[in-house]
Structures are given as structure tokens and as C-alpha cells.
């Protein structure tokens, strides 16, 4: 399995809409996860596809046509630059393993 | 409730030198992992353990041993440093879910640089 994140920084601007890009490669039924890690914070679960809810504003639809799990949010805040992490789980129990994209920086100006 | 506690947060070591890693989590979590955090690469898996006494590896074991002999406690040892493995090192836990796979929950962390 395989998770890609294709930009490695992002820049927005404060009251933008933001798009963090997140494919995945496998062929069975994975489970989605954004992690963030803000600054001098640990890392942390931001939402997962299943609960299909929204954190801080911040939503994430699995799109298993185009194997996408894209971070959305319509305003951007100052405080949601961070660096964000999708993450895979390659179905069952995950055992506390992960699959990690690269990761990306996100900065929103004010 | 301090959660994963990772310890030194930041080593320097020589080429050739041993260090341990150190990672405790007051959760009762059953299963602990480490991973290293590289610029470019994300996170990657180095070892996991489900358990007290199992451990397994993960995607970049090698240079790495580790041991699980406790339910808190899970050490990530370096035998004979190398450049490459210069990297921040991520301790994290989690528990079986009840049909849900729980969160992982991470330490802060440890910097090492090897020269």
C-alpha cells in the first residue's frame, strides 16, 4: 500500500478555502486517517473516513473511484498551518501501523 | 496522565556509538510503534509490538532493535550509529478498538543526529 501526498507546501491565505491532496494505492477496503501536527505540539489524529465528521472544520471524503482522500476546509484560519499527514490503514485491525504519505506544510497568511 | 513519554528529546551521537531510545505510555495500551519522520519520506515504521513480549518489523528495521517487556515500556535500540540514521524518532501506542481501530497516540518525539 502506498499513500502520496503531492505537495509538500501550501500556502494560503486567511478566510481561503484549502485542499490538502491526499492518493492512496490499495486494492482492498483501506481506512483513512489526517493526522496534524502543529507547531511544538505532538502529533495527532485530526479525523478518520469513518466517522465522517468534521474537525475543526475540516472535512474528508474517501473517494475509492479515484483512490482520494482530499482534506478540505472553506475558511482558513492562521491556526490551522501546521504539517498535516494522511494515513492508511490497510484494512482489519491495524496493530498501530500505519502508512504515512510525506506529508504537507500547511501556511495560511494573515 | 502524561500519556507516551519519550526520553532524551534531542542526542548527538558519533558513528559507530549504541544509544537506547526510550518510549513509556501509562495508557495500558496494548500495541506500541516506532516510527522515524524524514523530510521528503513522511513517517515510516521501524518496529511494532502487539503486545508484552511480541514485537515485529516494520518497513526500515534495519540498524534497530527493540524489546517489549513490559506493557509501558518500549526501548528502540541503536547498536552501531550511522549518518542515516540521522532522523526525528516518533514512539506512538494505541489500543484494540471494538470494531473501530483506536487513534495512535504519539510521544514528542526525539532528534537525533548521528556524525
Known amino acids: 500500500q502506498r499513500v502520496t501526498q503531492p505537495e509538500k507546501l501550501l500556502s494560503v491565505f486567511k478566510g481561503a478555502p484549502v485542499e490538502l491532496k491526499c492518493n492512496y494505492s490499495?486494492?482492498?477496503?483501506?481506512?483513512l486517517f489526517w493526522y496534524v501536527q502543529y507547531s511544538r505540539q505532538r502529533l495527532q489524529l485530526l479525523l478518520r473516513?469513518?466517522s465522517r465528521e468534521s474537525i475543526k472544520g475540516f472535512t474528508a471524503d474517501l473517494n475509492k473511484g479515484e483512490t482520494s482522500f482530499h482534506l478540505k476546509k472553506p475558511f482558513a484560519q492562521e491556526e490551522d498551518s501546521a504539517m498535516y499527514y494522511c494515513a492508511l490503514n490497510a484494512g482489519g485491525t491495524s496493530y498501530g501501523k500505519l502508512t504515512f504519505g510525506q506529508g504537507t506544510i500547511l501556511t495560511v497568511h494573515p | 496522565n502524561a500519556g507516551v513519554t519519550q526520553t532524551p528529546k534531542f542526542q548527538v551521537l558519533k558513528t559507530g556509538q549504541s544509544m537506547t531510545l526510550q518510549c513509556a505510555q501509562d495508557?495500558?495500551?496494548?500495541?506500541m510503534s516506532w516510527y522515524r519522520q524524514d523530510p521528503g519520506m513522511g513517517l515510516r515504521l521501524i518496529h511494532y509490538s502487539v503486545g508484552a513480549g511480541i514485537t515485529d518489523q516494520g518497513e526500515v528495521p534495519n540498524g534497530y532493535n527493540v524489546s517489549r517487556s513490559t506493557t509501558e515500556d518500549f526501548p528502540l535500540r541503536l547498536l552501531s550509529a550511522a549518518p542515516s540514521q540521522t532522523s526525528v524518532y516518533f514512539c506512538a501506542s494505541s489500543h484494540p478498538g471494538q470494531g473501530v481501530n483506536s487513534p495512535l497516540h504519539f510521544g514528542n518525539g526525539t532528534r537525533l543526529t548521528v556524525t
Open positions: 473516513h469513518i
Open positions: 490499495y486494492s482492498g477496503s483501506p481506512e
Open positions: 495508557m495500558n495500551h496494548e500495541y
